[in-house]
C-alpha cells in the first residue's frame, strides 16, 4: 500500500509523461513516440495541462478544446488527412490564413476569430515548451482586428451651440473669451485638444488676416490649417483679457496662469453640456469629428479633409463616409466658389455655415 499513488498523483504523473518531463521507456524516443501520436493527442494533453497545472476554468478549457478542434477539423479537411505533429510543424503562414479565411465565410467577428487564433498560439507555445515543435509562421499571423467604430459627430445646431454659446455661463468675461476662443478653434480648424493647447500667443491667427495657423499634431508632424474669421475674431477677443502676451506665452493658459490643462477644457464643456441637455459624446474631440463630417456633407474631398485633419492614412479619414450616410446622399447647400478670397464673416449665418465653406488645401474642392 506504502507504494501505491493516488488517483491525483497518478494524474500529475500522466501530465507529466506526456508533456516529456519525465522518461518514459526509451528516453531517446522523439516526442511523438513519447506519448504524442497524434495532433488529437497533443490536444488532449494540452488541455489536461490547461486544467492541471495552470488550474484554468472549466469554461476556459472547454471553449480552448472547442476552439482548438475546429482549428484541427480545418487542416484536416486542407491538408487531406488528420494532420500529425509534423504536419503541425510545417503549417505555413497561407495555411493559417485560409484558416482564419474560413472562419470569416463563417460569420465569425473580428474578436471572436481573434480568440481563436490566441487558442491556437497557446496550443504551440505548448508544443514548443515541452515537445520542441516549434513553429514561427503562428507567431507572424497578425490578429484580426475589429474594426474601430466610426466618429461620433454632433448635429449642426447643437456644434453650433458650444462653437458660439460656451462663454455665457463664465464667471469672468476673460473666462468666457477663452472658453470661446477654444471651442471655436477646435470645430472651426478641426483641431485636437493638445493642439489647440500646443499653441501659444505668436501661433495665434491675426483678426483679418489670411494666414493659416501651423499646427504640430500627432508624431510631430506640422501641418497648416486654414482659420475661419469667426475664430480669428474670437481669438482676439480673448487676446484682449489674455494676462501674459509675449510671443512665448502659451495662447490658452489656466487660473495661474499656466498652459490650459486639457482636463479642464474637458469639464468645461462637460458642464456646459449638461446645463444644455446636448448628448454625452459632445466632447472636445467630438468637434474635430463634426468639423469633419459636417465639410463632408458639403462636398468636400477626403484628400483635403485629410490633410486638414492631419490623418498620415487616408483610411483614417475614410471613417467619416459612414458617419452620416443620409446626409451625403442630400446636397446640403451649393458650394462656395473657391476661387477667391475666403469668405467673410458677417456672409455666415453661423460657425457651422463658415465650416462648411471652408477653404480647402490646394483649392481640391469638387
Known sequence: ??????????????????AGDEPAGDQGASPAQGGLASAEAARRAWLDWLAGERRAAA???AAYAADLAGFLGFLTRHLGAEPDLAALAALRQA??????????????????????????????????????????????????RSPRPAPRALSEPDAAAIAEEIGADADTPARAARDIALFTLLYGCGLRIAEALALDVRDAPPAGGTEPVRVRGKGDKERLVPVLPAARVAVAAWLRHHPDRRPQAP??????????????????????????????HATPHALRHSFATHLLGAGADLRAIQDLLGHASLSTTQRYTAVDEAGLLRVWRAAHPRAGDAPGCAERDSVVEA????????????
Open 355 to 366: 465650416v462648411q465653406t471652408t477653404p480647402l488645401p490646394g483649392n481640391r474642392r469638387p
Open 95 to 144: 495555411d493559417i490564413r485560409a484558416w482564419l479565411a474560413a472562419r470569416h465565410a463563417d460569420g465569425l467577428a473580428p474578436a471572436s476569430r481573434a480568440r481563436e487564433l490566441a487558442a491556437v498560439r497557446g496550443f504551440y507555445r505548448f508544443l514548443a515548451r515541452r515537445h520542441g515543435v516549434d513553429n514561427p509562421a503562428v507567431r507572424l499571423i497578425a490578429s484580426p
Open 251 to 280: 495662447l490658452f493658459v489656466g487660473a495661474r496662469g499656466g498652459r490650459l490643462n486639457p482636463g479642464v477644457a474637458q469639464r468645461c464643456l462637460r458642464d456646459f453640456r449638461r446645463a444644455q441637455g446636448l448628448p454625452e
Open 59 to 61: 469554461l476556459t478549457v
Open 1 to 18: 500500500m506504502g507504494s501505491a499513488h493516488s488517483p491525483s498523483s497518478a494524474r500529475r504523473s500522466a501530465r507529466r509523461l506526456i
